[in-house]
Every structure is written in structure tokens, then in C-alpha cells.
């Protein structure tokens, strides 16, 4: 048995969970998310306060699943109460960050400035020039808008310029020695 799969989901106060055959639909302050499960290998029910995941039979990829599944719920729970967030800094001799409505626009080493526009559910913020904060509620949405976001200029081993994360361990690679 899944070790993750088997813990129940606690649902706060203000969010409710809604199952309608295969799609599993969570409301709460912060807005709405739902997913589509595979129902001919999970089970998904609610009693009361709690979400219960179960699979149906115990062949590889039904064990794979399961708590695959219950921890996309629970981060949808969570999602809805508090949103996720994700930080990319940008580091680099003028390099900076802008964001106007859901546009954000970088000079980061090109001869034109990148200009990103967010995905529907996504927020961007500059606290400063060279911070992007990425906010939303669904945790999968976040990282992969943060993730693009990053691959706009991937961070160069030799002086470390480009965008990378808050929590990214940046390891500096030692240049050429002249010869002896």
C-alpha cells in the first residue's frame, strides 16, 4: 500500500471537494480547480471533513497512481486556501524585470527585450528589477510558468548570469589557467 496514497486529506473550513465520476472539482476562497482522474483505477471519496483515495486493484500501474493522485488533491486543496508561489531571480550586468498587467518584460542580455505574457490563473510580481515572483493556485501551473520563465535565459556556469531560483544552488565553474 502507498504510503502517501493511504494518508487521508483533510479538508479545512471554506474549501469543499466535489466528486462527479472521474473529475474531482475543489472550491475554496481563492478560487476553483479540477481534474480529471483516471476512475477505472482510483476511487476517490469524500466523508465529511476528509477525501479517502483508494485503487482498485493492486497492478503496477494502479500502485503508481494512487499516490500520484492524492497528492495532486491535496496540493489542490491546499491551492485554494493559500496560493502557491514561486521566486526566479535575475542576475547579470543590467539585467532587469518588468511586469505591466499580466506582461512581463526582460532585458536580459539580448539586443530586444523578452516579454512573456502569464497564463490564464497565473499572477506576476516585481518586488525589484531583478525579482519575478510567480503566484497561483495550482502548484503544477506555477512551476511550469516559472520553469518557462527560467528558460528564457538559463543561468551560465562561468559567471552565473541568468535567471535562476531563490533556493537554486549555484555552483561557479573555475575558468582557464594559463599554462605553466
Do not use: W
Not at 471554506?14 to 476511487?43: C, D, F, H, M, Q
Not at 548570469?161 to 561557479?172: N, P
Amino acid at each position: 500500500m502507498s504510503r502517501i496514497g493511504r494518508l487521508p486529506i483533510t479538508v479545512p473550513a471554506g474549501v469543499s471537494v466535489e466528486v462527479n465520476g472521474s473529475v474531482v472539482k475543489v472550491s475554496g476562497p481563492k478560487g476553483t480547480l479540477s481534474r480529471e482522474i483516471a476512475s477505472n483505477k482510483i476511487k476517490v471519496a469524500v466523508e465529511g471533513a476528509q477525501v479517502h483515495v483508494t485503487r482498485a486493484d493492486d497492478k503496477k500501474d494502479s500502485r503508481a497512481l494512487h499516490g500520484l493522485y492524492r497528492q495532486l488533491i491535496f496540493n489542490m486543496v491546499q491551492g485554494v486556501v493559500t496560493p502557491f508561489t514561486r521566486t526566479l531571480i535575475i542576475q547579470g550586468v543590467g539585467y532587469k524585470a518588468a511586469v505591466a498587467g499580466n506582461k512581463l518584460t526582460m532585458n536580459i542580455g539580448y539586443s530586444h527585450p523578452v516579454e512573456y505574457v502569464a497564463p490564464e490563473g497565473i499572477t506576476l510580481s516585481c518586488p525589484d528589477i531583478t525579482t519575478v515572483v510567480v503566484t497561483g493556485i495550482s502548484k503544477e501551473l506555477v512551476g511550469q510558468t516559472a520553469a518557462t520563465i527560467r528558460s528564457k535565459r538559463p543561468v551560465e556556469p562561468y559567471h552565473n548570469y541568468g535567471l535562476h531560483y531563490s533556493d537554486e544552488v549555484l555552483v561557479k565553474k573555475e575558468g582557464k589557467t594559463a599554462g605553466k
